[in-house]
């Protein structure tokens, strides 16, 4: 979101400070009458505690849970990544649009477990085997940076990390979250660290750092007494479930890393090792004062607090609104922020303020939303919204005014909505920009995938952005009166439908330009000089666009027409052109990239429009770069029919689409001896040994076919959670062995070996140009059957040599490769698009 003025930029900073800020494009907040007392007793502690690991489902839902529902302390996640690095059990999106949707994961879970989200700029690049390296591609001093930022402004007492900062941690990620952690407790409160974060905030020091180590990050038998230990199994009667159980709905939103988890009840010991700052004896908070004595004048704010929880009626919450308009004056009259007014730290005043902003209009039952009627919306053209407010109490409220420096201005309206009535007031809005090509990529486009990213970092130039969970939604901000006093509500714009299935739904509202370019496919290949179609798809954003649209191509290629005119009647219709392109004798081997550009007045787009929609997360909507890889290599291949048994996702298929081979997309139930006879060769997708449980009792019709001629090819599988022990008909023992740097130097280790001669010849070249790492999940041991092809190794560590492991089995041929395919094939790199080919030739 660009800021229109600092006074907006500063309420939507302080937006995380709420309690119950619905998230994009989620249905209004509705309270029961237990959290409603549950937040009343929160509203009596000022505690603050921030949780710190690497990535998404690092954290400790469970710790989490009962900190900000047990403690009712204000409670955080801090991780540095998204997890773009990730693999996806749910769907093909990896990468940046991956940690889209894992970051809408854990605000899904923080939703459920009662914590807030912070990130830092960090990009998830993949595993990393120490913190050194990892410390190679991050720039640390940003990172760390963003961890201060998030400190500062969220004031923690205690810092707690999931990691140890050696190689304990198993990733190189983790243990340098630790690493970061722990110099970030002291530059905090060093005014010389990070000056320029002190025009919005205050230096800030915690208490203490404590590391929430467990039994597997100590040896066995070590003595543990000597660590705080905390139960974090208790029981709530207020929200009628343990903290186990909730923690086990919050980590089971990780649906993409397949983390469902099942509930605990009972005890649950979670163990804190003291790393620094005051050293406690008993208790994580020792030392700590929680009560309103921490701010000066603050003891008869609580008792005012304690006054309207003694007299809570559960049967008619309205009833305490008069007590909590006390409450919020008491607050007002501390003033302590007042002195510092760009200061967007959460000082106790101002989040205590919001927090009986937000009870008083749970207590009125007061229900208020503002929709449209259609998901996107030009940003030039003029659409109708509707704000709805619902009053479910018996006290009067007046709306005074509502206004948005996004799409409207300032309207008066002193509406009245008397006890148990509602009102429903439609207005017209406009995002006018007059920077069409770049402004409407700033109100929608993820906040840190606006700008050009680096390998280990995205690039985040407002400060005050940095640390966030996600962009600021458009929004109106309401005031208004209840019994003779002010109120407010901040109101964000969602479009809100009837789905046939999931009934009421809402999602975030797209601004997009006129025209969006998406250009299908992932990745080109031209095995010869033959030509290709390259179709690009126009999505209108207004009605009646017009326009041309051509592609931009490397030297020596051509495309057939040069433009096309195009002219969409409707708004979000399409209309898909067809380019043929061919490379001609100037045309170089190896990997470019072709970009589709659309002209409308003048002015040029080359953003698509893509959709992310499953049900656990809100509809996300992305705005890639219209550019597909464009790859001419010498290729040659045998057979024709693949036969591909999809795993956990990927596009594997249409890259071997994309050299010549029919594939077809098996069902569990398509595996029968007589339809697997007319394949060349059979494929299984990333983990299918962990997510297709079928596979227990199709095992042996696959091996048959192997047997009888055939030519099987096994991508890496995860060594936990196999449906069943053996994935070959040999032995061979999955572990999580890895080469994590992507263009480690191969030996070859049996240069006649079929796979690197035949059709096409391998060579180190062949593995010039990968992403993110070489392969994953290679086989520890493995039967003598079991034929090595190359090795290869991380910077240290021996050679691994089971990146390929093939065996003849009967007539035919096994194969299993932990080589990274479903990352290069999208990616492009002409190596992976060889070896591929010679895995599905064997034997023809």
């Known amino acids: 979101m660009r800021f229109r003025s600092f006074r907006a930029a ?19 907040k509705l309270y029961s009458s237990s959290e409603i007392l549950l937040g009343l007793k929160k509203l009596n502690v000022l505690g603050s505690v921030l949780y710190m690991a690497a990535h998404p489902d690092d954290e400790n839902t469970r710790l989490i849970a009962y900190m900000a529902n047990g403690r009712l302390l204000e409670t955080g996640y ?15 999106e990896l990468r940046e649009q991956l940690g889209v949707i894992r970051t809408q994961e854990l605000l899904a879970a923080r939703r459920i477990d009662g914590g807030k989200q912070f990130f830092t700029r960090a990009n998830d690049f993949g595993f990393s085997k120490t913190s050194d390296e990892t410390f190679t591609i991050w720039d640390k001093e940003q990172v760390l940076s963003d961890m201060v930022w998030v400190i500062r ?62 039994s597997f990050f100590v040896k066995q038998g070590e003595d543990m007494s000597g660590y705080l230990k905390v ?28 983390f469902g988890s099942s509930a605990t009840r009972g005890e649950a010991l979670e163990y804190l090792q003291y790393v620094k700052g005051d050293k406690p004896k008993s208790d994580p908070f020792e030392g700590v004062d929680m009560t309103w004595n921490r701010v000066p004048g603050g003891a008869t704010v609580g008792k005012l607090i304690d006054e309207v929880i003694r007299k809570y009626d ?83 409220i007046t709306i005074s005014r509502i206004s948005s420096t996004d799409f409207g201005g300032d309207t008066v309206l002193n509406q009245i909505v008397k006890p148990f009535q509602s009102v429903s007031i439609k207005r017209q809005g406009t995002f006018a920009n007059k920077q069409q090509n770049s402004e409407w990529i700033n109100n929608s486009q993820p906040y840190w995938l606006r700008q050009p990213n680096s390998i280990g970092m995205y690039t985040v130039e407002s400060q005050l952005e940095r640390g966030k969970a996600e962009s600021a939604s458009p929004y109106v901000y309401l005031t208004g009166e209840v019994a003779g006093e002010k109120f407010s509500d901040i109101v964000e714009i969602r479009y809100k439908h009837t789905d046939p299935v999931l009934g009421e739904s809402y999602q975030p509202l797209a601004i997009v330009p006129p025209v969006a370019v998406n250009i299908g496919g992932r990745a080109y290949v031209f095995a010869d000089n033959s030509p290709k179609t390259i179709p690009v798809t126009l999505r209108a954003g207004k009605a009646g666009v017009k326009g041309s649209v051509a592609l931009t191509l490397p030297k020596g290629w051509k495309s057939e027409p040069a433009s096309f005119n195009f002219d969409i009647a409707s708004k979000d219709a399409e209309q898909t ?18 970009r589709a550009v659309a002209t409308v007045e003048g002015q040029q787009y080359s953003r698509g429009y893509q959709a992310i929609e499953y049900s656990h997360i809100p509809t996300q909507i992305l705005f890639p770069e219209a550019v597909a890889p464009l790859v001419k290599l010498d290729l040659k291949r045998k057979g024709q029919e693949i036969g591909y048994l999809m795993g956990a996702g990927d596009e594997v298929p249409d890259a071997l689409r994309q050299i010549g081979y029919n594939v077809t997309l098996l069902k569990p139930e398509d595996i029968t001896d007589q339809n697997l006879r007319r394949f060349d060769a059979v494929v299984l997708g990333v983990r299918a ?22 030519n099987m090819v096994v991508q890496y599988v995860v060594n936990r959670g196999t449906v069943l022990p053996q994935i070959g008909p040999y032995p061979l023992t999955l572990s999580n062995d890895r080469v994590t740097v992507e263009n480690a130097a191969i030996t070859f280790l049996n240069p006649s070996q079929p796979l690197l001669n035949t059709p096409n010849k391998i060579t180190a070249k062949d593995f010039e140009g990968w992403v993110q790492e070489q392969g994953l999940y290679y086989p520890s041991a493995w039967d003598a059957k079991y034929k090595t092809v190359f090795s290869s190794h991380d910077p240290n560590e021996t050679a691994k040599e089971s990146a390929i492991l093939v065996a003849d089995y009967g007539k035919g041929h096994y194969i299993y490769t932990g080589l ?24 023809k």
């Open 314 to 396: 559960p049967a008619n919450p309205s009833a305490s609104v008069a007590g909590l308009l006390k409450v919020r004056a008491a607050i007002k009259l501390l003033g302590g922020s007042g002195k510092r007014p760009f200061d967007v730290s959460l000082a106790w005043d101002v989040a205590k303020h919001y927090e009986v902003e937000e009870l008083i209009k749970a207590c009125l039952g007061l229900y208020t939303e503002v929709t449209v009627d259609m998901p996107a919306v030009s940003n030039d053209a003029r659409f109708p919204y509707r704000l709805e407010v619902i009053n479910r109490s018996s006290i009067p």
């Open 820 to 843: 990274s395919l479903f990352r290069e094939l999208p990616a492009g790199v002409p190596g992976a698009y060889r070896l591929l080919t010679n895995m599905v030739s064997l034997g």
């Open 231 to 258: 139960d974090a199994g208790g029981y709530n009667p207020l929200l009628g479930q343990s903290y186990g159980e909730i923690a086990a709905r919050s980590r089971s939103q990780h649906r993409s890393q397949g």
């Open 689 to 710: 040994y962990n997510t297709l449980d079928r596979l227990k009792t199709l095992q042996p019709t696959l091996l048959r076919y192997v047997e009888n001629g055939g």
């Open 153 to 214: 402004q969220r004031r923690p007492d205690v810092l707690i990390t999931r990691f140890p900062p050696d190689t304990r941690a198993g990733h190189g990620h983790h243990a340098a979250s630790a690493i970061l952690a722990a110099e970030a407790f002291d530059a905090a409160g060093d005014p010389k660290r990070f000056p320029e974060q002190l025009k919005y905030v205050q230096p800030w020091q915690p208490k203490r750092l404590l590391w929430n180590t467990g």
């Open 10 to 28: 500063l309420l939507l900073a302080v937006l995380p400070l709420l309690p119950a800020v619905p998230a994009a494009a989620q249905a209004p």
């Open 78 to 92: 801090l991780s540095c990544t998204r997890g773009d690095g990730g693999q996806n059990l749910i769907g093909p």
């Open 577 to 594: 052109v067809q380019f043929r392109v061919q490379p001609g004798a100037g045309a170089v081997e190896g990997k470019t990239e072709v």
